[in-house]
């Protein structure tokens, strides 16, 4: 199973959008990148910009692939964007804008106190989406 998550940054890279999880069980209570499941027939540019959408009520076309994940049984495509638009919670699960610098006393999924610097590192080389996926 293939997976997408995305981080969108506000105010010079000050605040990230992240979701308040209740599920899957290991992540209730935890924040984490907005995202999801690649559903058949799609790419990961398509099912991040889908799952966005979905869960946060914003269309971004433009997102920049940063990281790749493989697990025994799939991948997690990290994505970041920037952007200030009015997030919608579109589910029972609560979108937000929290600050950057206090990520790492928030409760989140651990792998976010350095997914969430390596997304806005400015030396960073990024391959486009269509390149790498």
Do not use: C
Request: glycine letters at 8%; hydrophobic letters at 50%.
């Amino acid at each position: 199973m293939n997976y997408v998550a995305g981080f969108l940054f506000k105010n010079n890279d000050q605040l990230v959008a992240l979701i308040e999880k209740k599920r899957p069980a290991w992540q209730a209570g935890r924040l984490n990148g907005i995202g999801g499941k690649i559903e058949a027939g799609e790419s990961a540019p398509m099912a991040m910009r889908r799952e966005f959408m979905e869960e946060a009520g914003v269309h971004i076309y433009e997102w920049r692939l940063f990281a790749v994940l493989n697990f025994s049984g799939g991948s997690v495509y990290f994505f970041m964007a920037r952007g200030d638009f009015p997030l919608l919670s579109n589910t029972d699960e609560i979108v937000s804008w929290y600050p950057v610098e206090t990520i790492a006393a928030l409760p989140t999924i651990p792998n976010l106190r350095w997914l969430i610097p390596l997304a806005i590192d400015k030396d960073q080389v990024f391959v486009t989406a269509a390149e790498r996926v």
